[in-house]
C-alpha cells in the first residue's frame, strides 16, 4: 500500500484563487485589504518567509508593507511601529515575524497587536474565544491543516487525533480544533513516555515537534492520515518533516510532503484572516 498525497501546494493555489476574487470584490467597493509585515533583523529563513507572505499577498491584490528593523532595535520603537500599524485604516493585518531578539518581549509585542488586526491569531484575546468557540483569527497552521483535512474528505467526528507537540503556535490550538470538530484528541510532546504507543491509536496523526524523521513506520497505525508539520535539515542539509516519509507513505492512508504540504497552507490562512479583517473593517462592504 502507497499513502495517498495530500498536496497543500494545489489545495492552497485553489483557496488563493478564492481568496483573490474576494479580494476584487472588496476592492470594487473602495477597501483594499492590507497586510503589513514586520521583520526584526537580517535572519535568512525569517526573510525567506516574510518574502513569500510578501509576495502571496501582492499575488492575491493585496497591499503589501515590509519593514525590515535592525535586530538593535528598542522595544518601544518595535511597539511604536506596531502602535501605528494599529492606527493605519489601509492596514487590516498585522504580522511580527517570530522569533524576536532576546531583548525584546514577544509576548508584550503580541498583546500590542490589535486583535482586530491579529491576523496570525497569537493574541490571548483569539486564542482565548477559540477555545471556547467563538469567532476568532485562529493560527495559521493549524487552520491550514484543517483546511487540507477537509480537502481531502478526511472524516474528523469520531476519529482518535494525535497531536504530538504542544507549542502555542501549533499543537495546542490544533487540539482545540480538532476537538470542535467532535474528534478524540490526546496530546502528546517530548516527555511523553512510550509515545508508540499512543501514536498508533491514531486515526489522525499530526506531527509538530520540531525532530527531523521523529516519527516512523511503527509509530502509526496502518492507514491513519498523517500530517506532518515539521521543517528541518537532513543529514545531507535536504529538506525534511518531522515524519520519515519514505517508510510511512507505504504505510499511511494519507500524507503530506515536505515541502510541499502544511507549508503552503499557513501563508493561505494569512491571506484568508487578512481579507477577513478587511471585509469585517470596510463598513461599505456588502
Known sequence: MSSVLIDGKAIGAKIREEIKIDVERLIERGCRPGLAVVLVGDDQASRTYVKNKEKSSTAAGMKSEMIQLPITVSQKDLLDTVDRLNNDPTIH?????LPLPPHIDENKVIRSISPKKDVDGFHPENVGKMIIGQTSYVSCTPAGILELLKHTGTDISGKHAVIVGRSNIVGKPMGQLLLQ????VTYC???TENLESFTRQADILIV??????????????AGATVIDVGMNRDENGKLCGDVDFESVKEKAGALTPVPGGVGPMTVTMLLKN?????QLACSNYI
Open 93 to 97: 493585518g498585522i504580522l511580527v515575524q
Open 181 to 184: 470538530k467532535d474528534a478524540t
Open 189 to 191: 510532546h517530548s516527555k
Open 208 to 221: 509538530a515537534i520540531g525532530q527531523a524523521k521523529y516519527i516512523t513506520a511503527d509509530h502509526i497505525k
Open 274 to 278: 487578512t481579507l477577513k479583517s478587511a
